[in-house]
């Protein structure tokens, strides 16, 4: 079955960085269109950034352009987001998604939290 596990997420400092990474399994990664999204406690679920299957193709969040990079390497079926130059309101629970058939798959999701 389709499994996505992130890890990465942690305490940072505002100005700090973190990579956030999800492995994936039980499906085709590499022809997969990949995304990441947060919720902040109170909010609803938001779209961060996405990545084609080429991986050549990307796209951001205003709120998140110039400071996060997502990036997959598909031989390692895995997905990363590195997260720069962290502010306390990307303070979020990271969730990554998998678009498989028109369906979508979450992960567990990775806590991120971003205070002095």
């Given at each position: 079955?389709?499994?996505?596990?992130?890890?990465?997420?942690?305490?940072?400092?505002?100005?700090?960085?973190?990579?956030?990474?999800?492995?994936?399994?039980?499906?085709?990664?590499?022809?997969?269109?990949?995304?990441?999204?947060?919720?902040?406690?109170?909010?609803?679920?938001?779209?961060?950034?996405?990545?084609?299957?080429?991986?050549?193709?990307?796209?951001?969040?205003?709120?998140?352009?110039?400071?996060?990079?997502?990036?997959?390497?598909?031989?390692?079926?895995?997905?990363?987001?590195?997260?720069?130059?962290?502010?306390?309101?990307?303070?979020?629970?990271?969730y990554c998604?998998?678009?498989?058939?028109?369906?979508?798959?979450?992960?567990?999701?990775?806590?991120?939290?971003?205070?002095?």
């Amino acid at each position: 079955q389709v499994q996505l596990v992130e890890t990465g997420g942690g305490l940072v400092q505002p100005g700090g960085s973190l990579r956030l990474s999800c492995a994936a399994s039980g499906f085709t990664f590499s022809t997969s269109y990949m995304s990441w999204h947060r919720q902040a406690p109170g909010k609803e679920r938001e779209f961060v950034a996405s990545i084609l299957w080429s991986g050549d193709i990307t796209n951001y969040a205003d709120s998140v352009k110039g400071r996060f990079t997502i990036s997959r390497d598909n031989a390692k079926n895995t997905v990363y987001l590195q997260m720069n130059s962290l502010k306390p309101e990307d303070t979020a629970d990271y969730y990554c998604n998998a678009r498989i058939s028109a369906q979508a798959y979450w992960g567990q999701g990775t806590q991120v939290t971003v205070s002095s």
